[in-house]
């Protein structure tokens, strides 16, 4: 059952009666589109053993999680990739694991194959030199 409007309510009256004609959405996207469009990572290219052939950033995230995750079977909670415009410097891989997990012994495993991993995708000399870093964000409960 409804109840009456009393003098509280007033302001959600108003605020509705402000909003108005303001349906329409198209003015609001026309404004952040641009900015939208800026926000979208695009990738970069890296250099890689073979010269004159470079993977871009974003394809080389993508495989490098799918390479992490079918080994060690945790959730990728962020991979990070630092490039100093050519070269891959720095990889860092934010990982959730378990309760039962024994995080120093599987952070050494998601260590190796994500070098493992670059030296498949960039090659073994050009991946020699990136610092590869895991961190755990979060645990969760053991699956029963």
């Not at 960039?122 to 030199?129: E, P, V, Y």
Request: proline share 3%; glycine share 6%; net charge negative.
């Amino acid at each position: 059952m409804a109840q009456p409007a009393n003098d509280d309510d007033l302001w959600i009256a108003d605020a509705a009666a402000e909003l108005g004609d303001h349906t329409d959405d198209t003015d609001v996207y026309n404004r952040l589109q641009p900015k939208l469009r800026a926000a979208v990572r695009r990738g970069v290219p890296v250099a890689t053993d073979s010269t004159g052939i470079e993977v871009n950033t974003r394809a080389l995230r993508f495989s490098l999680a799918r390479i992490v995750h079918d080994v060690c079977e945790r959730e990728i909670a962020a991979l990070h990739i630092d490039t100093d415009g050519k070269v891959v410097e720095r990889v860092r891989i934010d990982l959730i694991g378990r309760y039962d997990d024994d995080l120093g012994v599987l952070g050494d495993q998601v260590r190796g194959t994500a070098r493992a991993g670059l030296a498949r995708l960039l090659g073994a000399q050009t991946s020699a030199q990136t610092a590869v870093e895991i961190r755990w964000t979060d645990l969760e409960s053991p699956a029963q």
